[in-house]
């Protein structure tokens, strides 16, 4: 089955940084690829996604990009702020089975003041 | 706020008991799926239905069960309860079957004395 790695499991960078977190899927016919942000106490919270006929997703200071061939997306936070502290998550999904997502392990983003 | 409501937030309870989680979806939202999120496992996939009916299974444990009702309100069982089934439990729905994105709840926590 869809196997998703995630890399690194611990970000800390200074305010105004950017962060880059990767992921990598094992299932080729993978589709369709979402961000999510979790802060403590709540539930994962989307933040953009990116289907696979698109290489590259922007949502202001949110970048997603998507290489199909190496099987690998990742997710680009510039201008860093400290409420971007939090953990997130990469997920796969293929389109033919439910729509069920396999997430990554999950990176812990610190924002330092 | 996503729109899912997840009950109780907090659920103590006893080795070899019973409890049942509820969850009701964003409106309009016809597939329900279940979550379990612990500090080893990550978000693991346990069950998705859609329209009342069971689309998706994961690892779910053969003392859980799950059902959707015809208002698409949903219940997760859990039975002869162990120290390990201490979890996170999410619930999350979306607009369809598959390709949509899902939107979580803020979960049940879970504790098993």
């Known amino acids: 089955g869809e196997n998703v790695e995630q890399h690194p499991s611990t970000l800390s960078v200074q305010e105004g940084d950017s962060a880059v977190i990767k992921c990598t899927y094992s299932?080729?016919?993978?589709?369709?690829f979402p961000w999510y942000k979790q802060e403590l106490g709540k539930g994962p919270q989307l933040i953009i996604d990116?289907?696979?006929?698109?290489g590259e997703k922007k949502d202001q200071r949110i970048a997603v990009t998507l290489n199909k061939t190496a099987k690998h997306f990742s997710l680009h936070i510039t201008e860093t702020q400290p409420e971007d502290s939090a953990v997130y998550f990469c997920a796969a999904s293929t389109g033919n089975q439910g729509g069920k997502l396999i997430f990554g392990q999950g990176t812990e983003l610190s924002v330092k003041p | 706020d996503s729109g899912v409501t997840q009950t109780p937030k907090h659920l103590i309870t006893a080795t070899g008991q019973r409890v049942t989680l509820r969850c009701s979806p964003r409106?309009?939202?016809?597939?329900v799926y279940w979550y379990q999120q612990s500090l080893d496992q990550g978000l693991q996939f346990l069950i998705q239905y859609y329209n009342g009916e069971e689309r998706a299974k994961g690892n779910i444990l053969e003392r859980f069960s799950a059902q959707q009702f015809p208002d698409l309100h949903s219940e997760l069982n859990l039975s002869s309860l162990e120290l390990g089934d201490s979890a996170l439990y999410f619930c999350?729905?979306?607009?369809?079957?598959?390709?949509?994105?899902?939107?979580f709840g803020n979960g049940t926590r879970l504790t098993v004395t």
């Open positions: 409106s309009g939202d016809l597939s």
């Open positions: 999350a729905s979306s607009v369809s079957r598959e390709g949509s994105p899902l939107h």
């Open positions: 990116i289907r696979s006929n698109v």
């Open positions: 299932d080729s016919a993978s589709n369709y």
